[in-house]
């Protein structure tokens, strides 16, 4: 029987690792949506200024209630409980209905003055994301015939991509 090697060690370490770290943070999505309803139009203008996009949230219900927010706020309609609730109509059921957007509205932040600490975790975690699908298919490619130099420039070019997709630049 052979001895694992040094780094099929480390690689193993690396991906326990990174299974064992969550790669999104429900608490900063709800909280996101949370301040959104409770002060929609500071707050969702604060938020695209920061870059937050619908692929910020991992949980498809938060994907989707955003997604109405948004709606709402560019068509110049304040986003509350009851525009998003309205705009949303049946799809809200898909959404954890109107008993999770009640809870995202009144129990998800306790002030709007939090959206900046729940959109850098949400960053976070999205960052985390991507960061796992890079490292993914380097892994991939890794096992193939690549070069190693060409496999290396290709996985940074995807990682700044992947920066530069979150950050504030539009």
């Known amino acids: 029987k052979q001895e694992p090697q040094r780094d099929d060690l480390e690689r193993a370490r690396r991906l326990l ?11 900063a999505e709800a909280g996101i949506i949370g301040c ?4 929609g139009e500071s707050c969702y203008h604060e938020a695209r200024a920061s870059g937050l996009k ?16 948004e709606a709402l706020e560019l068509s ?5 409980f009851h525009t998003v609730k309205n705009r949303m109509g049946t799809s809200l059921e ?9 809870e995202l509205s009144r129990n998800s932040s306790p002030s709007p003055e939090m959206l900046p ?6 960053r976070t975690a999205l960052l985390r994301r991507k960061a796992a699908s890079i ?5 991939d490619l890794a096992g193939g015939s690549a070069d190693g130099e060409e ?3 290709s996985m940074s070019a995807k990682a700044i991509e992947a920066v530069d997709s979150v950050s504030q630049r539009e």
């Open 94 to 102: 898909r959404s954890g209905g109107e008993a999770y957007l009640l």
């Open 151 to 153: 496999l290396l420039l």
């Open 135 to 139: 490292a993914s298919e380097a892994s």
């Open 76 to 80: 110049g309609t304040p986003a509350t």
């Open 36 to 39: 959104l309803l409770w002060d």
């Open 17 to 27: 690792r990174m299974n064992t770290t969550p790669s999104y943070n429900t608490t």
């Open 54 to 69: 619908a692929d910020w949230f991992h949980d498809i219900r938060n994907v989707e209630i955003y997604r109405a927010v």
């Open 117 to 122: 600490i729940f959109l850098e975790e949400a």
